[in-house]
């Protein structure tokens, strides 16, 4: 497990390496405004991404037979087409509303092609899990290290031509960048589970409907409950605010839940082969004194950076990040430690237990930031009522997440996988 972990690190640090450097030249070249068009995108296809699976990747993981295996990947696959489709009824006649009322000048021609950019997001997920599976982790980590350079080097190529909507674009080139890399060595199984072909195994994924059923609806919770500040606040707020959420995001939260993408699937792999008992427990410990550790460091190491860091960095208009970073970082690092051990639910076979927890989440956003907005005095005072509600909520949220999934990890005494 360790070298498997080891080898995606790699890549995603090598990734996060060409991110951190080209930012210092992107933010240079492209205002806040051109970050909350990025913003938006990302929550899109962010979204459309881990949805467009109908959760089948994380199914993926449990069969021992390889027919058994395709037949999920088969059921994933229909699911991203069905994904980019609803992504365009939606996408399409809403772009100008969305232009408008978030002040994002670019957006109606982002928009045209945000089903294409879900597909190929939602895709690459699934094929991800497949290479885990195999217990392949070069692919991943190649794809990890890759597509950060393909988008950074498109990023960069648009700054002149598109200046507020190039960050947008280049990220676009990363997705198609990802899924080729994880796409290589993997044609003749994604045709055998094409969507126009009968399932492999014929009633595999209908025996897994929970993944489609219960855990897509935690995670469609989730992941609005994830979004929603930039919803809230963005119309709310501005673009300019937005923009410097995203700047934190990309400097603190991105990396972070790269590396905790990365270590998750090892994670399961590595439960699954664990006999119940002392042995899953003994994994769990580990695994959570590894991610407390390093949510640690990356909290004290933001509250230690001074006031102007942002603004040496990036550029003297990015001044005010600093203490934006300062406030998110309690929610970056506990969201971090709850993305890498959250599949450990599936090993305990806890998948509604992650839905009530989806909820609890998207019911804490939306209550801090009402609170946040009716009474900022709570908080601080100040126009930022609302975003300190909202973070208070989210870390109250992901540990009452740990403390749960500790308890079911704990409890859990039933040998037969």
């Given at each position: 497990?360790?070298r498997?972990?080891?080898?995606?690190m790699?890549?995603?640090?090598?990734?996060?390496l060409?991110?951190?450097?080209?930012?210092?030249?992107?933010t240079?070249?492209y205002?806040?405004?051109a970050?909350?068009?990025?913003?938006?995108?990302?929550?899109?296809?962010?979204?459309?991404?881990?949805?467009g699976t109908?959760?089948f990747?994380?199914?993926?993981?449990l069969?021992?037979?390889?027919?058994?295996?395709?037949?999920?990947?088969?059921?994933?696959?229909?699911?991203?087409?069905?994904?980019?489709?609803?992504?365009?009824?939606?996408?399409?006649?809403?772009?100008?509303?969305?232009?408008?009322?978030?002040a994002?000048?670019?957006?109606?021609?982002?928009?045209?092609?945000?089903p294409?950019?879900?597909?190929?997001?939602?895709h690459?997920?699934?094929?991800?899990?497949?290479?885990?599976?195999?217990?392949?982790?070069?692919?991943v980590a190649l794809?990890?290290?890759?597509a950060p350079?393909a988008?950074?080097?498109?990023?960069?190529?648009?700054s002149v031509?598109?200046?507020?909507?190039g960050?947008v674009?280049?990220?676009?080139?990363?997705l198609?960048?990802?899924?080729?890399?994880?796409?290589r060595g993997?044609?003749e199984?994604c045709?055998?589970?094409?969507?126009?072909?009968?399932?492999?195994?014929?009633?595999?994924?209908?025996?897994h409907?929970?993944?489609?059923?219960w855990?897509?609806?935690?995670?469609?919770?989730?992941?609005?409950?994830?979004?929603?500040?930039v919803l809230?606040?963005?119309?709310a707020?501005?673009?300019?605010?937005?923009?410097m959420?995203g700047?934190?995001r990309?400097?603190v939260?991105?990396p972070?839940?790269?590396?905790?993408?990365?270590?998750?699937?090892?994670?399961?792999?590595?439960?699954?082969e664990?006999?119940?008992?002392?042995?899953?427990?003994?994994?769990?410990?580990?695994?959570?004194?590894?991610?407390?550790?390093?949510?640690?460091?990356?909290?004290?190491?933001?509250?230690?950076a001074?006031?102007?860091?942002t603004?040496w960095?990036f550029?003297?208009?990015?001044?005010?990040?600093?203490?934006?970073?300062?406030?998110?970082?309690p929610?970056?690092?506990?969201?971090?430690?709850?993305?890498?051990?959250?599949?450990?639910?599936?090993?305990?076979?806890r998948?509604?237990?992650?839905?009530?927890?989806?909820a609890?989440?998207?019911?804490a956003?939306?209550?801090?930031w009402?609170?946040?907005t009716?009474?900022?005095?709570w908080?601080?005072?100040?126009?930022?009522?609302?975003?300190?509600?909202?973070?208070?909520a989210?870390?109250?949220?992901?540990?009452?997440?740990?403390?749960?999934?500790?308890?079911?990890?704990?409890t859990?005494?039933?040998a037969?996988?």
């Open positions: 497990m360790i498997r972990m080891a080898t995606l790699g890549g995603s640090v090598a990734g996060q060409v991110s951190v450097l080209a930012a210092f030249a992107l240079r070249l205002s806040p405004e970050f909350a068009h990025l913003e938006m995108f990302a929550l899109v296809t962010g979204i459309g991404a881990v949805l109908g959760k990747e994380q199914a993926l993981m069969p021992k037979q390889e027919g058994a295996a395709r037949s999920l990947l088969w059921a994933g696959q229909r699911s991203v087409g069905y994904a980019a489709v609803l992504t365009a009824i939606i996408a399409w006649p809403t772009a100008a509303w969305v232009s408008r009322e978030w994002l000048e670019q957006w109606s021609m982002v928009a045209l092609f945000l294409v950019f879900v597909a190929f997001a939602a690459t997920r699934l094929l991800e899990y497949w290479h885990h599976r195999q217990a392949n982790a070069g692919p794809a990890n290290g890759g350079f988008a950074e080097s498109g990023k960069l190529a648009g031509m598109l200046p507020l909507s960050l674009w280049g990220s676009g080139l990363g198609i960048t990802r899924w080729a890399i994880m796409r993997l044609k199984v045709q055998s589970a094409g969507w126009r072909r009968s399932e492999p195994e014929p009633g595999t994924s209908k025996a409907r929970d993944y489609p059923t855990v897509l609806a935690g995670s469609a919770m989730n992941r609005l409950a994830q979004w929603l500040h809230l606040l963005g119309i707020l501005g673009p300019v605010l937005l923009g959420l700047l934190a990309r400097t939260m991105q972070l839940s790269i590396l905790a993408a990365s270590a998750a699937p090892v994670l399961f792999q590595s439960a699954t664990m006999a119940d008992g002392a042995p899953l427990r003994r994994l769990f410990w580990k695994a959570l004194a590894t991610f407390a550790a390093l949510s640690f460091m990356v909290w004290l190491v933001v509250m230690a001074p006031d102007n860091t603004a960095l550029g003297d208009q990015w001044f005010g990040v600093m203490e934006v970073v300062r406030l998110l970082v929610w970056f690092a506990l969201n971090f430690m709850t993305a890498g051990l959250g599949s450990m639910f599936h090993r305990v076979h998948p509604r237990w992650i839905t009530a927890l989806d609890l989440h998207l019911l956003v939306g209550t801090g009402w609170l946040g009716l009474h900022p005095e908080f601080g005072g100040g126009e930022w009522g609302a975003l300190v509600g909202i973070v208070w989210k870390c109250g949220y992901y540990l009452v997440n740990v403390t749960v999934l500790i308890f079911a990890v704990m859990h005494g039933n037969d996988r």
